[in-house]
């Protein structure tokens, strides 16, 4: 078997007395996709920064591609990584093929290789173009360009899908899939989950630091406890029920005509017993699967339940 390209164990990070990072156990082999996930401030670019080498863990261990990052001798592993930071602000006079020629440069590799990767990320016609005059998918392809200059063998992404419309974000990650198809080994952070299905080999949720999932969707699904969503069209405008209070969990209540009750599968027939022997009429019911955004609620719930 061949050594991850990232391997961290029990790494912790504080700030200011509290927790950026806790006892994180993390791997990537290559051509995976792992995503991490997490609200503002859950951990994401803290790891990033930790597997850069730019700042260092109180505890715990790093290696990638093989080397503890904070070390001198890892300046070698990292020019075979490839970042690209949640904001990158590029001058906007330059254009798209100069801009790489001087990244190319600071990297010490082969400028003439700029054009293959270029289009790569579809950006061969715009090359001669201002980047002041690119637009905001194109400027974040020029910065994945960026990324992959030097065929790094690790991909370190900081929400690299922010702002992008859904057939941008397509694009940018059928770009992805190829890279992992050569072996490329990617890790991107994101804010939500909904955006992955197909798109992320491995998904680890972080919530305030801590590791709350890791997994494949499926096995978050499962984590979550299979939950379904349950719609109820009630046939009267009603105050909230009495059996959407504690006896219920995850209900919304829309406008006094719509529940929406989410639990994990195993409680679905209990839940829809009570809607059903409640004194309200009901109009309609309907049973989905819940999505992801609904599941990745449901795990940091869970978790939040749990450290309370
Ligand atoms: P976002 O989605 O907003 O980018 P994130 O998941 O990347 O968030 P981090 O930037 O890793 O989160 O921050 C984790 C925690 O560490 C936050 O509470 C943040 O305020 C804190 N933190 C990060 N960097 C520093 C710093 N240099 N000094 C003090 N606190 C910091």
Redesign the pocket.
Known sequence: MTAPLVQAEGVSKR??G?D?LASLDITLGAGEILALV??????????IKLLLGLIRPDSGRIAVLGHDPSRPGAAEARRAIGFLP?TIVFHPNMTGAELLAFYARLKGAPVAANRDLLARVGLAPAAGQRVGGYSKGMRQRLGLAQALIGRPRLLLLD?PTTGLDPELRQGFYAILDALAADGVGILL?S?ALAELEHRADRVVV?RQ?RKVADGTLADLRRMAGDPVRILVRLAATQPVPAYAGEAVSGVTVRAGRRLEIICPAAEKIERLRAVLDGPDPVADIELLHASLDDIYAGLLRRDAERTQ
């Open positions: 700030y200011a509290r950026a997490g609200h503002n401030g859950a951990g994401k670019s803290t790891l949640e929400e952070s804010h972080l630091g």
